[in-house]
């Protein structure tokens, strides 16, 4: 007992109100700190617990709120998507009532063109009819008069016979050429329609592009804005940096584009790989998915590691792209004379 005193006297504790301890003094002082330790440890985590919780609470919330106007969002742009398919076909459909006109009209004139010329033509025979008509009436008239009479006139009368000269009786090409005009005909107006239609290689993804970036609605060009346009917070869109990316993924071959830069002062351009990071700042570099042609404050830059000087004869108003992925290359070309800038 004076040994367990002793540890008692050692031990600086609160006073403990416990209800059926049974054991030694010592011992019954051991148990309630350990409960009180317990209850701590509990405590602490049941608080974790919660503030986890509660941070489950938020991060579901925004998630919540982000579906819902991704929700609205997608009925905007499925609206949007098909008024300008719609537009798009209306021209197409102009486009094609232009030529179906056109070639209804070139049917219909050269109709015209064939009666003319077949009533010209009729016009001719009947005049020939009617000669000859008259030649046969006198004919048979002198054949009822006296022979003396007969023989007198027959050197008039088969002079002229003679002089009466039948026209061709070639009927060749009067006809309507109908192979002209159905021949081929559908390849043919797609042939021509593609002189009206414009094919780009690259076409951008709307859904990459920087809240900054107006896109045009073919999708083809873009400009920069101050104020940025309402866009979800997708995981595929870039977040930090004014970038967007084309909707195709380049993973072999050759392939070549041409970007057109124009009076733009402030540029980037080239190939970016699929798994550049979208929300977070890096620099444009080949270590980090990045192969780039800058052009700021009137100066060219390859972006390596560092950034390469170039230094083109002139400002070329539009840049070509070309990527040999199986050699693992990226050149940039003035397409005006096919020169190597980099």
Known sequence: MARRAADIHR??????????????????????ISVVQRDVIVMEELALS??????KEVSLKRIHMTSAYMFKYIKSQALETQSLIKAHFEQLHEDLYQEESARIAAVKKEEDEKIA?????MKELSAEVLSLTETISVIQEQLEEDDLILLKNFKATQDREKTIALGPDNMSGVLIDVTE???NLKYKVWEKMLDHIDYTPVTLDPNTA???LILSDDLTSLHYSKEHSCCPDNTERFHISAEVVGMAALGSGSHHWVVETGSNQD???GVAS?????NSEISARPENGFWTLCFRDGEFRAMTSPPTAVTPASVPKQVKVQLDYNQGTVSFFDPADDTLMT
């Open 267 to 269: 540029w980037m351009l």
């Open 117 to 121: 010329g077949l009533k010209d033509k």
């Open 50 to 55: 919660l503030k986890n919780l509660h941070d």
């Open 11 to 32: 031990m600086t504790v609160p006073a403990v109100d416990c209800l059926g301890l049974v054991g030694t003094a010592s011992e019954t002082v051991y148990w309630a």
């Open 181 to 183: 005009h159905l021949c």
């Open 274 to 278: 699929s798994s550049v990071p979208r």
């Open 210 to 212: 920087h809240p900054c």
